[in-house]
Structure formats: C-alpha cells, structure tokens
C-alpha cells in the first residue's frame, strides 16, 4: 500500500477555500427604508408648517355652525376670526357672548331691543384693535388693515348681521371676510 | 489520492470553517425605525385629510360703506350721476334700485311703491333672474362696480350669500358688481 502524500498550505488554503464555499452565508434581508423615512419625515415638517399657518384649521362645522356655500374663490387669508353660531358669539376663539337661536340678547346691546351696538363684543373688538394697533407700531409690516374673517351660521337672521358688523364697524374693522364653503353652481351645496 | 493532514492542520481547517450564528451585536442592523415609520405615516395621513378639508373654504370680501363730507371741493366735476346700486333681499325677492329709483320686474324700468325686482318663484330665490338683472344694469353702467347689500331682518344670512354670489358675476364669469358694501342698517 502506497503511503499518503502530506498535505501543503496550500491544500489546506484550498480545503479552508472549498468549506466556506458550503457555508451558509449570512443575508441581508429587508428593504433599505432609510431614504423612505427622510421623504417621510421632510413630507411631514412640510405639512406642520402647512397646517400651523392655515387660519381656517380651527373652523369646525357642527349643528351649531354650518357655514353657507358660495360661488367665491377667493382664497382665505389670516384674519382675526369673528364666530356667530347659533348659541354664541366668539372671537379669536373666546366666547364673547351667547345667543338665542343666533339673536342676541337685548340686555347685551346698548339701547336694548332697538340698538346696534353689542357692548360686549365692542369691547372686546376694541381690544383687540389697540393689540393689533401696537403690533403695527412695533412692526411695519404688520399695519392695522381693519379686516376680520366672519364665520357665520348660514341660518343667522341679517338682524344679528347687522348688529355685528356694525359693532366692528365702530371698532374700526370695515373690512369683513366672510368664510364660506366652496360650490361651483349659484346657490348650490 | 487524497492527501494527509497532520493534526495541527485539520485544527486549523476546523477553527476557519465553524459556522457560528452572528450575534445581535454583530450583524449590521440598526435601530428599528419600522414604528416611528407607522407613526409618521399616519401623521401624514391627518395632516393631509386636514389640509384638504380647508381646500374647501374660501371668503367673501365686503366693506362698511364709508361716509364723506360734502363740500364744494369734494363734489365731482362730471355731470354723471353715481348709480349707487342697492340689492334687498326681502321675503318675497329681491329688490334692486339705484338713484333713478327702484328697477320694476323685467329690470327695463323703474317703478315706485313696494315693488320686488326679481319675485321668488316658489320657495326659491330666483338667483338666475337676478343675474340677468345684474348683467342688464351693468350694461348700461360699465364703470360701475359697487353695490350696496342690505336685507330684511329676519332674512337668513345664506340668502344674502347667494345673493352677493349672483351679482358678483355673469354666467361667463364677467365681472359684475364685485365691490359689495354692507349695509347694516335694517329696513
């Protein structure tokens, strides 16, 4: 019987080589979402800003508050809000007073039954005129324009419309926006 | 013929092709990020249902009329006469009238006493007349873009939006009387 051949390095790199070849090698499953999350997250800061500096985020229509439909397209823009729901008048998001069925209360109006003018939302339109006046003398880019956005109840009577533009009025908002909801036919919903 | 490996090599070939199952701390995987990916979907999700629910909004612009002192200096110098067009919204119609007086149904002539511009037809406003109205005045005052929007007490404010709406502009989206002043006062 022949005797056997010793083995070399070499065999033994080639042995080493052949072995590994059989191994199982370790994989590298799942997808890289690493690029998904950072469009995720520029997508996400991009809709935050978007959001925080949409005014018209906070309107909320319920069965106190169904905003009438309009043929406008005139886009919204930031304004300090005047609320007329059925049961109350807010501005800024401040109850200010409350209604009747979208009437105000003759004790709250100076002069009664027959006046305009809703004392309480007076003085607080005045407020926030002399806020605003300061903002203005503080900042020239932000002058006192005298607008505010209604967000009225479609059923309010022009009664209490009346009663409340006038009272901005005589606290210097002239300019009223009225928030509505968008339609493409006259008088649709 | 094969070959024959001393001890010390096949130790050598044993210790360089053990398999081990790599450990936590050696594989290449990170932080798992798969939750926080769920959390930013669903953000994203609200942020846009939000966002396209104030897509839906828009405004309507008007103004308190404003008052000038008269005088001399300030009157104009033309002989024209300002139209000063009013729109009422009343519980039977719309009532348009201007310095000539109140426009009769039909909008060609002017009438007196309690007469409604554009008669509801039924339980509806006649918005469509009432355009047609608009576009006829305009006609014949093209320079003219104010109108003066009042409206009976009890008349609900939707009305007055529509209202507004119809003489804002025609049906080929000319513009009308797109400069609405408010008038507060009641009749």
Do not use: W
Not at chain 1, 76 to 81: A, F, Q, R, V
Not at chain 1, 84 to 102: F, K, P, T, Y
Not at chain 1, 156 to 172: C, K, M
């Amino acid at each position: 019987m022949a005797e056997q051949e010793k083995a070399t390095a070499a065999d033994v790199r080639r042995i080493i080589r052949k072995k590994k070849k059989r191994m199982p090698h370790p994989e590298h499953h799942g997808l890289n979402i690493y690029p998904m999350m950072d469009m995720m997250t520029i997508l996400l800061v991009f809709m935050v800003m978007q959001f925080a500096s949409s005014s018209a985020a906070s309107i909320t229509q319920n069965e106190e508050l169904r905003i009438p439909y309009s043929t406008s397209t005139v886009e919204l823009s930031e304004n300090t809000p005047v609320q007329i729901s059925r049961n109350a008048i807010l501005v800024d998001g401040e109850q200010v007073l409350e209604l009747r069925n979208g009437v105000v209360d003759p004790s709250s109006k100076q002069g009664g039954g027959n006046g305009f003018l809703i004392t309480p939302l007076f003085r607080e339109m005045q407020r926030v005129a002399e806020l605003k006046k300061l903002i203005a003398a503080q900042n020239t880019r932000r002058p006192f324009d005298g607008n505010v956005q209604i967000i009225a109840d479609a059923r309010t009577p022009f009664r209490t419309l009346a009663e409340v533009v006038y009272t901005l009025g005589q606290s210097e908002f002239k300019n009223m926006r009225f928030i509505v909801n968008k339609t493409r036919s006259l008088g649709g919903s | 013929m094969p070959k024959k490996f001393t001890a010390a090599q096949r130790a050598y070939i044993k210790k360089h092709t053990t398999y081990h199952e790599p450990g936590p701390d050696e594989t290449n995987d990170e932080l798992n990020i798969v939750p926080f990916l769920d959390i930013v979907v669903n953000l994203i999700m609200f942020l846009l249902m939000s966002i396209s629910s104030v897509a839906f909004y828009a405004q309507v612009e008007a103004s308190l009329p404003s008052y000038s002192r008269g005088g001399v200096g300030s009157r104009p110098q033309n002989d024209e006469k300002p139209l000063n067009l009013n729109l009422t919204v009343v519980e039977n119609g719309f009532i348009l009238a201007g310095s000539g007086g109140k426009l009769a149904p039909g909008c060609q002539d002017t009438a007196s006493g309690s007469v409604v511009t554009v008669p509801r037809t039924g339980s509806a406003y006649d918005l469509p007349a009432l355009r047609t109205c608009a576009s006829r005045v305009k006609s014949e005052f093209p320079d003219e873009t104010k109108i003066t929007v009042s409206a009976d007490p009890l008349i609900e404010y939707r009305f007055l939006v529509q209202a507004m709406d119809a003489v804002r502009e025609d049906d080929e989206g000319e513009t009308l009387f797109d400069e609405v002043l408010l008038s507060a006062g009641v009749r």
